[in-house]
Structures are given as C-alpha cells and as structure tokens.
C-alpha cells in the first residue's frame, strides 16, 4: 500500500518560499518577454518627480495610460512597475477589457524586486488633545497611556465601525486600526489575552425577551458599561460552530443587556459571549475606541508604537472584464473588506505576492475563466481568504482555477466561523502545494463539483470550536466529484467537551473521494453526516480514532429536510438540471435520488485504509455497516509516533509494508525558514 507521492513541503520550499518568503523576496516570474514589454512606473504617494510620460504619480494615472495605449494599437506586453515604498488608495483600483492584454503578453502589474512595494488602503491619523470628558470615563490606568486621534471624515461619518456578522453575512464591512505591527482590536471585556475561542468567556446564565444576564465565570469585574452608545456584543449565542457580532440595546449595572436583533436561532443558556468596544474596557496595550460624535479615536498603542492608521477603501483591485493579468511580488494590505476581487474576464492570476489585514477576503474570483493564485503568503485576513467560483454547473463546464503552492496563516481572524482558507464553488478549481494552518476557520469548503484539494499541509485549525471540520462540505446533494487527496492533515482538536473532523461530509454531502491522506493526531478524521456514494480509501490514520465515523440523519433529526418542498436541502436539488446529458452521462442515477429513499446513507466505501492505535468504523443514528462496502482496512496496534515525528511513523508503517511516499522528511514544516511578511500573532 502507498499512500501516494507527498510533495507537499518540496512544493512550497520551492515556490513560496524560497519566493515570497525568503529575505529580499526576489520574484523570479515574468509578465511576458521583458524584453519586449514597454514598462510604466508609479511613484511611491507623495514622491517628488513625476509627470514623465513612463513615470506616474499614482496607479490609477497609469493604468488611464495603459488604456490609451491600447486604444492606440500597442499590443506588446505592458509592465505597471510599483516603485519601492507606500502607494495609498482610498477606493479600490479599477482594471477593465480596456487594459487587457493577450496571450503570451499580458498587462503585469508589478512591485519592486525586494518586495517593498504596498498597495495599502489605510490613512495616517493625525494626533488630537484627549478631551477630559472621555479620560474621565476611562479606566484609572489607562488615562496616562491612551492618545487621541482624529478620523478622516468618512470615517467620523460612519454610523458603526463595522456591519452585525450573522451566519449569512461572512465578511462584514469593519473598520480597523493598525500599527506597525498589524491591527489593533476594539476595547473589549474581558481582553482578548484571558478569553478566546479557547480560552475564558462568561456565560448566559439566563435568556429571557427582558434581556439576557451572564456569569463572570474566571471573567474580570463588569466595568460599568451604562454610559456606551455604541457596544457590541459577540458570542456563540446558540451553537459553537457559529460566532455572531451583534449591536447592544441597552446594559445596565446588574449584568444584564439586550441585543438589538436576535441571533440565529436564539440564546441557550451557558453560551459564551463578551463585550466589544467599550470605552471604560480600555485598559491594555492594542486596543481602541471610536467617539462618533468628536470623530475621535482614542486607543493605547503598542508598546514602541505611536503612529496609527485606518483602513478607508473598500478595496484595492477591482478587475472587471479584464483578459491576460499578472498581479505579481506585490504587498497588498489593509482594506475594509476584499484585497483584490475579480469578476469576469479570463487568464487572470496573482503570484509571488504577499495579501494580508484584510477586514474581508484577499482574493475573490468570480465567473473569471482560467487564473487563480500561486506562490504567494496569505495572512492575517478577516474572513475567508480566498473565494474560487467558476465554470458552469449546468453543463458541468469547469472553469480551469486554482490555489497552488500558497501559505495561509490566521485567516477568519474576524469573522471567526463560517470562513475557510479557501473556498471552492461552481466547478472544477483545484487547490493544492499549500500550507494551511494556525486559524479558527476552515481549510477548504467545497461546494460545487468536481474540485480537487491535492498535496495540501493542514495543521492546527477551529480549535475552541466544536460540530466542524478542517476540510468541510455539506448540504447539497448534487454537489458530487470532488477529490481529497494526498494531503498531511495534523492536528486537529479542540477543547475538553467539543468535538471537531479532520474531514466533515455534513449534512448528505455524497459523491466525494478521500485517498492516500495521512492523519495524525486528528480527533475525527474522516466523518460522513448521513451521506452516500463517497470513497474513503488508502489514507492512513495515526492517533486519530475513529478512522471513519458515519451516520444516517437523513432518517432522523434531518429527515423533514428532505421531503419539505421549501427546504434549502431540496432547492439545491432542483437548481440543477438532472436530467440533461452532462449530468446524466456524470452521475446517471442521481436525478431519480429524491424518490429512492433518500435519508438512507448507503454504498459508502471504505476500503484499504490503515489505522494505527483507534477504532476503524462507527456508525451512528440509524446507519447500517450492510449498506456500505467495507473491506480490507487493517488495524495496528503499538506505540503511535505524535505528528512531528515523521521519521518515526515512517518506520513503523514500513514495518507493516506501508510506504509513506519517498521521502517523510519533505513533510517537515518546523524547521523551514518563517516568511518576514507575517506578523507576530496577537
């Protein structure tokens, strides 16, 4: 047995970095032949020296240069050089059809070979006095610390700092405050270094229509909070999969407040929540408050940090329509939702880059045909990182875009549930050569058809939260072809009294293959929520028991979901057209799926797996091993070497005649070099 060509360190040493990552970030890709490209340079903002016809004063000048260019006839292959330095933007970069390139020479925008050249949306704040009024109300050691700071106007103009997060809205608008060091975080009770998602919280002691009280738990004493006009609440108010940030009605002195709208599906009793942006819960270094009626901001900056920014643009790229673009050894930072959003056109691809403190996405694609994002550090983004949706899912057309050889670190640092690394939608994106790790959200959700996450490293995820999954899909059962393959999953678990999945095939998520992955130290590795039709097969399981996990809910608990008309479940049936020739030459009986017992979880095959120290299968809530195919998978008892340890689970798997790949060693993700570009984790 093989558990297939692991390449996954090899890759990404090679790529990112040795690329993006290493000291002076040289970027060895070309947009077209230099030779032959007719190059335009933009100034750092507020550099002296511009008005040449080849030099600009800001990126919006040139590309209006480009596209009188192209309305002249100049098709050679045009380079849009960032000088080294800051190039600020206070609404996001417009690239259309009237800048396009052509195959074989496109329209590269492109920073300097040392990688410092930024594209920020962010305004330095200019210091203020700090009124009395607002030092009184602060806490007693704060009043010595804390500086003020006036907003630009559109920001004092901004009725709140950030939109409510409920499940369906993943990335909210929010502003945010930076130093040097990255983003600072709203005043908040109790502070972020004693709560977390794993951390202390208080809790709901009580949930009643006259407002909600909680306990302090391990929590600080409740600053007195009366006085707030614009607080937040957040919290797990019904589930532990889904964090929702909401405005606050009213609190009084005796630990009890409303929320302005109710979350989703109501408050239980004992969930965790805290408090956000509260003037008298400013009392560390890091933190910050808004005076909408000053247009003051007020924060304690971090040790050695005076000069504070704030993100302004919405945005930084908007690419509409446009054919043939690199977006290359760029810094992208610092929006109030997505880096770089591309919507149509075609051959379009970001590499070598480095995108980061996003409130929103890094990169989002869609209805964009052919392109994606290779060699580049994705870190530190608001929610999920990057969004792949593309080709046609009527004709089951794919539409040829990809994640490859990228590392993503603390994404969904906001919008902490319901995000992912990278989400794959519409049909046949592949991810693959990424590192993924060190984040409360996902690695990948699959929704769609047809996509591959291949070669991937996933590692230390949603720890704190619990019912999700590091490689997630679920709740459309026309959603089928996807591959899972060839990955090092690691651990993933959380805390005492929660449970988490390596892979979760949720709610009838069918069709799926899982093959030649190793798990280790994953708390579930492979779970099949009341699905059928998936393959799990030749993937070794170390520390990670039990190795499959299913259930039938579809006969159980979710069973109205399948026969009620309006349900979401079956609307995403009857958005696909079955009966046509694409679907049924791909999957034939699927169209008949609905009137053929649907709940029953059924021709699950698990087959050739290798479990060393755990269980092999469970099964749960009415599903039936007779209705599976389940062969050939071996249990191995004996000492399991922890996740680090490659090397050792190499030896002992040749031992049982299981080779590993040829070579562990390329595994190993301790000992590369950290990227210079990522920031110490708050």
């Known amino acids: 047995m093989s558990l297939g060509p692991f390449r996954i360190g090899a890759a990404l040493a090679a790529t990112v970095l040795a690329g993006v990552c290493a000291p002076g970030f040289v970027g060895s890709v070309q947009g077209g032949d230099a030779r032959a490209s007719l190059v335009l340079r933009v100034a750092p903002t507020g550099a002296t020296g511009t008005g040449r016809q080849d030099r600009f004063a800001d990126l919006p000048q040139a590309l209006a240069r480009v596209a009188a260019l ?23 970069v417009r690239i259309g059809p009237e800048h396009s390139g052509a195959a074989g020479t496109p329209l590269t925008l492109r920073g300097a070979a040392d990688g410092s050249s930024r594209l920020v949306g962010s305004v330095p704040l200019p210091s203020a006095p700090l009124p009395p009024r607002l030092r009184e109300r602060l806490p007693a050691a704060a009043r010595d610390e804390v500086r003020a700071y006036r907003l630009p106007e559109a920001l004092r103009r901004e009725p709140a700092f950030r939109a409510p997060r409920r499940l369906r809205e993943t990335h909210p608008r929010i502003t945010e405050i930076f130093d040097p060091g990255g983003a600072l975080r709203p005043a908040q009770w109790p502070n972020a270094g004693k709560s977390g998602p794993d951390g202390v919280w208080p809790t709901i002691a009580t949930a009643a229509p006259g407002g909600l009280d909680f306990t302090l738990g391990d929590a600080p004493p409740l600053p007195d909070l009366t006085r707030e006009r614009e607080l937040w609440a957040e919290g797990f108010w019904r589930w532990d999969w889904l964090l929702e940030t909401l405005p606050v009605a009213r609190v009084d002195r005796h630990r009890r407040f409303e929320l302005e709208a109710p979350p989703y599906e109501g408050i239980r009793e ?10 008298a819960a400013l009392d560390e270094a890091g933190e910050w408050w808004r005076d909408r009626d000053s247009g003051l901001l007020l924060a304690w900056p971090s040790p050695g940090a005076t000069e504070l920014e704030a993100s302004l643009a919405e945005g930084l790229i908007l690419a509409e329509g446009v054919r043939h673009l690199r977006i290359e050894r760029l810094r992208l930072e610092r929006a109030r ?14 590499r070598a880059s480095d995108l980061s403190w996003a409130a929103g996405r890094a990169v989002v694609f869609e209805d964009v045909a052919r392109g994606g994002v290779s060699g580049s550090a994705i870190h530190d983004i608001g929610a999920s990182a990057v969004r792949l949706v593309g080709g046609d899912r ?9 994640v490859r050889d990228c590392r993503f670190t603390r994404f969904s640092r906001l919008s902490r549930t319901q ?7 519409g049909v046949g994106a592949e991810a693959s050569g990424n590192l993924i790790a060190d984040a409360v959200g996902y690695a990948v959700y699959l929704r769609g058809n047809d996509h591959v996450f291949r070669r991937n ?31 090092y999953i690691h651990d993933i678990r959380t805390v005492p009294g929660m449970e988490v999945k390596g892979v979760y095939l949720d709610d009838m998520a069918s069709g799926f293959t899982i093959r030649r992955n190793l ?21 070794v399981f170390v520390a990670s028991s039990p190795m499959v996990a299913l259930d039938a809910r579809g006969l159980t608990w979710m069973a109205p979901s399948l026969t009620q008309a309006d349900s979401e479940f079956r609307a995403a049936f009857a958005a ?77 798997a040749a031992g049982r005649g299981i080779a590993l790949g040829p070579d562990p060693e390329t595994l190993r993700r301790d000992e590369l070099p950290p990227s210079p570009f990522t920031h110490p984790r708050r």
């Open 270 to 279: 004992g969930a965790r929540m805290r408090l956000v942006h509260a003037l």
């Open 519 to 539: 798990f280790v130290d994953v708390q579930q590795p492979v779970f099949i929520g009341g699905g059928s039709d998936n393959t799990v097969t030749r993937n």
């Open 419 to 425: 995000s992912s690394a990278i989400e794959l939608d």
């Open 337 to 350: 939702g997505d880096l770089i959003v591309a919507r149509g056109g075609e051959d379009i691809e970001i």
């Open 457 to 487: 490293e996933v590692a230390r995820l949603i720890h704190g939260l619990s019912d999700t999954g590091a490689i997630y899909a679920g709740r459309d059962f026309t959603a089928r072809g996807s591959i899972i393959e060839d990955n």
């Open 70 to 92: 192209r309305r002249q006839g100049e098709g050679r292959a045009i380079v849009v050089e960032l000088e080294p330095g800051t190039h600020r933007i206070a609404a996001p």
């Open 394 to 402: 009527a004709t089951l057309r794919p539409g040829g875009l990809f």
């Open 576 to 652: 696909m057209p079955l009966d046509s020739p694409p679907w049924r030459m791909r999957f034939p009986k699927l169209a008949e799926a609905l009137s053929d017992h649907p709940g029953v979880a059924r021709n699950n095959q698990i087959v050739d797996n290798v479990t060393i120290g755990g269980e092999l299968v469970t099964f749960s809530e009415k599903a039936e091993a007779g209705r599976q195919i389940i062969l050939f998978n071996t249990r191995l008892d004996g000492p399991a070497p922890r996740s680090g340890d490659l090397a050792a689970l190499a030896r002992l």
